[in-house]
């Protein structure tokens, strides 16, 4: 096999300046989330480091620190870490497009929501709101048990 080809070369080509590009985004996304940190309050170098930024944006949105196990454990973590960045882009107003976003195109959608005009409204999780008071109603305001015509028939008296 030759490898002194000039298809070697150019393949070694495409690959260094895919790498390029790779990081050169990498930087990006990570440059975005240091000033994401920044609008809520966060000190913006806990962006750069790997498990102390997921329990930074934990707090940033309002969930309880546990929440980094759930982000740990490999058949979770895609779905809680959807769940967070979520509940990230509703602490700073932007809605569901906006997570989608978020998560197919991080390298965009993360230094808009860290450069943009977008404020930091406070923790999105509804625990933070409600102070986790009451952990039991799943339901919170919007029981449906005190409908009254969500109610079983009576039968009538004689």
């Known amino acids: 096999m030759d490898y002194n080809s000039e298809y070697s070369s150019a393949a070694a080509g495409i690959g260094a300046g895919a790498i390029t590009i790779y990081l050169l985004l990498l930087v990006l996304t990570y440059i975005g989330l240091w000033k994401i940190f920044e609008k809520a309050g966060k000190p913006g170098w806990a962006a750069?480091?790997?498990?102390?930024?997921?329990?930074?944006?934990?707090?940033?949105?309002?969930?309880?620190?546990?929440?980094?196990?759930?982000?740990?454990?490999?058949?979770?973590?895609?779905?809680?870490?959807?769940?967070?960045?979520?509940?990230?882009?509703?602490?700073?107003?932007?809605?569901?497009?906006?997570?989608?976003?978020?998560?197919?195109?991080?390298?965009?959608?993360?230094?808009?929501?860290?450069?943009?005009?977008?404020?930091?409204?406070?923790?999105s999780a509804k625990e933070a709101q409600n102070g986790f008071n009451n952990p039991n109603n799943p339901f919170g305001n919007n029981n449906p048990f005190n409908d009254p015509f969500n109610k079983p028939p009576t039968t009538p008296e004689v």
Do not use: Q, R
Not at 107 to 121: C, S
């Open 48 to 123: 750069i480091i790997p498990i102390y930024n997921a329990i930074v944006l934990i707090e940033i949105v309002g969930k309880p620190t546990i929440w980094i196990l759930w982000l740990i454990i490999p058949c979770t973590s895609p779905i809680f870490g959807i769940w967070l960045v979520n509940l990230l882009s509703k602490s700073f107003g932007k809605t569901e497009g906006y997570t989608v976003g978020m998560v197919l195109l991080p390298f965009v959608f993360i230094p808009l929501l860290g450069f943009g005009d977008a404020k930091y409204l406070g923790p």
